[in-house]
């Protein structure tokens, strides 16, 4: 487990790519980082400090250490706008969190302080990229979804076409191995 | 060659008027612009944009996407109600034992619902025409299997299928050419699937599909972006839409958002109009020489019901009290497991191959045949939404949803229905849409034949489980639509018991043709949309001749 997964600054920094990924799609990808204003986000974005936490409370939590700030945002303020107590639960969860703790750690101490319920949410928004049950349920990732990435080396994300014509009928890579662009670690 | 009149108070004029541009409607209008008449099609719904239905279906919440909010994608107009699911608006009231299990996803739209199909394209089995004579239950069609044959080689041209060309792949394998497209490639899965399967008798064979495996028609190469249901991203995958534009590229008109309603009828039983709503509220009037009614399964006979006039009280083409009766789709349900070894599901298109060994046999005179789809959509949010219960964190929780999303297996069964009077559309009393028509009613009951299919599917089912050594095998217990609507203009030789002929023209008015779902007389356990175009272009050669006959009347 990295130390950034807890920082005391709480300011966690927009990366051009997240920036220009999170706000106009990865098609601009292409062309955007040659435009003068796309520089600017990086600098002109921070997010605010409760969110901050959030974002590391989830960092820890998926033992991820490139999430998407902007991401954490929206999901942070959907979160507390569907349950405004989870404001606190947020605040208490981070409360526990130290340096070095694993993800089993954090969740086994989350569930011992009442907080299981806040940990799967942050989970389920986290891995499935939506908050919220029900008719209430708000999309806040599509192809960021955690979800797709444990399986990135075998499937697409529906809708997407990575691999051009037919591209399916080789042969898959072994189950057992974790998707070779896995980033966490 | 002729072309649509249109006046300046908005009526209009033409050779052909079609109501309803889906794949039916669409493939008719094209041949009939082919010919050189002039073609009206109107529509109620709105024109879809596929882009933004993509970007649509990337925004629903992860419990629309995972629950198939098929329907909630596509923008719908007020004045043309669909079925909507999340939450339910309650436009078709169901009824009766089942009345759960017929919960159908339509679009009205141009293009119809094959905007959000699979692209699976059967055909009846021989037999499946023969279902009285050959097992004494349901009826017989006017028509043979032979009698359509050609019809189904055409339809297979018109909506590019790629099928496989070993005959001990095809089901069935009576076919007089071969598909035009070689057959789409499995995956690991369907190929793992069937090793194990076809040595005990399921039969595991290629689904042939209207997409494209080489450039066709103007469609690319599919890229196995894994979301034909509810839309193909990039059109490799037929939609009636493909056909709406080439039918208009030629000169045919499509009228969107035009809401047929009524119909009138001369002292021969003749259609002479048909009057539509626009926006405003405002009637018009379509006059031709030949008309087609082909706007699904439920709206057709509601349709017919709606539009009954002095002279056909019961609703047109109704002399018969049929319309409306003998409803059926594909009741289904589903078998879930996890395999011991990798399946991989999710990789190309979201169906390649499916058990047909239940499709046919002796037993039919007693219990329904069935069919396994093994679905090859992506198992990843199933997978995460289980996973996310077990109380795992960090490595272990992705771990344990790439487990499932690697070895899950959903297999989707249908069982097939025996016409039914009882299952009966009518018009609701109470419920009226945005124009004021009423909404359709449906009392349903799947019957004891489909009950019993159930028992014998879900006893090879658990066969099947065993030969994976399946973990979490779970058969569900309730039956969900298909979408696969038949009935409501049932065919047959008999005008006092049936609504068409043979080639889906209405008993009761000579030039009124109605084909597609709503005519068969059987349903067989595959997807109806090979069959319905089949029907399409059996009544356009049909019309055709009409509307020669009518030319040569005219001049003589």
Same mark, same amino acid.
């Given at each position: ?50 969110? +901050? @936490? ?5 960092? =820890? #939590?998926?033992? &991820?250490?490139?999430? $998407?700030? /902007? ?65 209430? +349920? @708000? ?5 960021? =979804? #955690?979800?797709? &990435?444990?399986?990135? $080396?075998? /499937? ?30 | ?556």
């Amino acid at each position: 487990m990295k130390d950034k997964h807890k920082t005391d600054v709480g300011q966690w920094m927009l990366t051009r790519r997240s920036a220009v990924t999170g706000l106009l799609g990865s098609m601009a990808l292409l062309t955007l980082p040659r435009m003068g204003w796309a520089k600017n986000l990086q600098s002109d974005y921070t997010l605010p400090s409760k969110a +901050s @936490r959030f974002l590391n409370v989830s960092a =820890a #939590l998926t033992e &991820r250490s490139d999430l $998407d700030p /902007l991401i954490a945002n929206r999901t942070y303020k959907a979160i507390t706008e569907l349950d405004p107590s989870q404001t606190a639960a947020i605040e208490k969860l981070h409360a526990l969190l130290t340096d070095g703790m694993s993800a089993r750690e954090l969740f086994n101490a989350a569930t011992d302080a009442g907080l299981k319920d806040t940990v799967v949410n942050i989970q389920t928004a986290w891995y499935t990229g939506t908050v919220g049950s029900g008719e209430d +349920s @708000r999309l806040i990732a599509y192809k960021d =979804a #955690l979800m797709y &990435r444990t399986v990135e $080396d075998g /499937l697409v994300v529906p809708t997407y076409c990575d691999f051009g014509p037919l591209w399916w009928s080789g042969t898959p890579v072994p189950p057992s191995r974790l998707p070779a662009n896995n980033s966490a670690s | 060659m002729s072309e649509v009149k249109f006046a300046s108070n908005g009526d209009a004029q033409a050779d052909v008027i079609i109501v309803g541009s889906g794949v039916v409607g669409a493939l008719i209008a094209n041949q009939m612009r082919d010919e050189g008449h002039s073609v009206l099609i109107i529509e109620a719904g709105l024109r879809i944009n596929r882009a933004q239905a993509v970007e649509n279906w990337r925004n629903m919440p992860l419990r629309n996407r995972a629950g198939g909010d098929f329907q909630g994608l596509y923008p719908q107009s007020e004045y043309a109600t669909a079925p909507l699911y999340f939450p339910a608006n309650d436009y078709v009231g169901l009824s009766g034992p089942n009345g759960s299990s017929f919960k159908q996803g339509y679009l009205r739209t141009v293009g119809g619902t094959t905007w959000h199909w699979a692209a699976s394209c059967w055909r009846h089995l021989p037999e499946d025409f023969r279902m009285k004579s050959l097992y004494g239950v349901g009826r017989d069609w006017p028509i043979s299997y032979e009698d359509l044959e050609p019809y189904y080689c055409k339809a297979e041209e018109q909506m590019g299928v790629a099928g496989p060309n070993d005959p001990e792949m095809q089901s069935p394998s009576q076919r007089s050419r071969p598909y035009p497209m070689d057959m789409v490639p499995w995956g690991h899965g369907d190929r793992y699937f069937a090793e194990v399967v076809n040595d005990h008798g399921f039969k595991s064979i290629p689904i042939p599909q209207a997409r494209s495996t080489r450039p066709w028609n103007g469609r690319p190469e599919c890229c196995g972006n894994n979301n034909c249901q509810p839309i193909c991203p990039i059109g490799a995958m037929y939609n009636g839409i493909h056909t709406v534009e080439a039918a208009e590229s030629k000169g045919a008109k499509v009228l969107a958002e035009s809401v047929v309603y009524k119909i009138d009828t001369d002292s021969n039983n003749r259609i002479t109009a048909v009057h539509w709503l626009d926006t405003d509220g405002a009637s018009h009037k379509a006059t031709g020489r030949q008309y087609v009614i082909a706007c699904n399964g439920i709206e057709t006979p509601r349709l017919l019901l709606l539009a009954a006039n002095e002279r056909n009280p019961r609703g047109i083409a109704n002399s018969s009290d049929q319309v409306g009766r003998n409803m059926m789709d594909h009741s289904g349900f589903h078998c879930t497991f996890l395999t011991k070894e990798p399946m991989w599901l999710g990789r190309g298109p979201a169906q390649s191959s499916c058990l047909v060994g239940p499709r046919s046999g002796e037993f039919r005179s007693d219990y329904s045949a069935s069919k396994f789809i093994l679905n090859n959509i992506n198992e990843v949010p199933g997978a995460a939404t289980k996973a996310l219960q077990l109380g795992l964190a960090g490595r272990e929780l992705e771990a344990e949803i790439r487990r499932r999303a690697i070895h899950g297996v959903d297999l989707s069964i249908s069982l097939e229905p025996l016409p039914d009077p009882n299952n009966r559309l009518t018009l609701s009393d109470t419920r009226k849409d945005k124009h004021g028509l009423a909404c359709p009613d449906i009392h349903y009951d799947v019957g004891d034949y489909v009950r019993k299919g159930y028992d014998a599917a879900s006893e090879q089912l658990r066969q099947i489980g065993q030969l994976f050594n399946a973990e979490e095998f779970n058969i569900t217990t309730s039956l969900n639509a298909n979408n696969h609507i038949m009935g409501g203009c049932i065919m047959g030789s008999d005008p006092s018991d049936s609504v068409t002929d043979g080639d889906c023209r209405a008993h009761d008015h000579d030039n009124l043709w109605l084909p597609g779902g709503a005519a068969m007389p059987s349903a067989s356990v595959v997807n109806t949309t090979l069959s319905m175009a089949a029907l399409a272009l059996k009544s356009a050669d049909a019309i055709s001749q009409a509307l020669s006959r009518d030319a040569q009347g005219a001049t003589a």
